[in-house]
């Protein structure tokens, strides 16, 4: 069974500070992808990775995939108040058995305070 | 372009009673992924039906059951209610199903069992 862990489990910071969030795994990924999930409401895809080493940049936020992709991370610069929300990362497979299957780490819930 | 819809928002059940959450895709998209939040458990990943086919399934009884209709909408049935079952039933389309295909998700079903 594959594993996805999160950390940190909780962030709370004030506005204008950096944050990072991991996402580790024992196993390889043939993919991974970050949501935000706001209360009452579906995770919204930030970003999707498929190739070790990759680097997205979505404004303030970069991401990473690790080279040997059993492993990412999240980077918010300058963090705002309307970043606050539940952030998750969740893993693809290729092949037969994992077709529309994602593996979701436990989640980070950031709390970003004005 | 439409997103994810689920219907319906809310359901109250009591045990013993059974349940159909309804899901239409977002156009296009023939793949369609259902998955259970719980604060405890997280993420789970219920099953994945592609024209009409279940493909692949997650670690859940046979109590849970799903379909998928020509039109790529979906619906996951529970039988026989357990208390356990209260959750946050999300689905989520994409093309194909495949690793490196993006999942977006609905704001899914709150499922509260009396």
């Known amino acids: 069974t594959q594993l996805l862990e999160q950390s940190p489990q909780f962030l709370s910071i004030q506005e204008g500070e950096n944050l990072t969030v991991y996402c580790n795994s024992s196993?390889?990924?043939?993919?991974l992808q970050w949501y935000r999930q706001e209360p009452g409401e579906g995770p919204v895809l930030l970003v999707t990775?498929?190739?070790?080493?990759e680097v997205k940049k979505l404004k303030r936020l970069t991401f990473q995939f690790g080279d040997a992709r059993k492993d990412s991370s999240l980077h918010i610069t300058a963090a705002q108040p309307g970043d606050t929300g539940l952030y998750l990362c969740a893993g693809g497979n290729a092949g037969g058995t994992s077709y529309g299957k994602l593996t979701f780490g436990q989640g980070t819930i950031l709390t970003v305070h004005p | 372009k439409a997103g994810v819809t689920q219907t319906p928002r809310y359901l109250i059940k009591t045990r013993g009673q059974q349940v159909t959450l309804s899901c239409s895709p977002i156009s296009g998209h023939r793949s369609v992924s259902w998955y259970q939040q719980t604060p405890g458990q997280g993420l789970q990943f219920l099953f994945e039906y592609f024209s009409e086919t279940q493909r692949n399934k997650g670690n859940f009884p046979g109590r849970f059951s799903g379909r998928q209709f020509s039109n790529s909408r979906s619906e996951m049935n529970v039988s026989t209610l357990e208390l356990g079952d209260s959750a946050l039933y999300l689905c989520a389309s994409s093309l194909d199903g495949q690793f490196n295909q993006p999942q977006h998700f609905g704001d899914g079903t709150r499922l509260s069992i009396l």
């Open positions: 990775v498929v190739t070790g080493g």
């Open positions: 196993s390889v990924f043939s993919s």
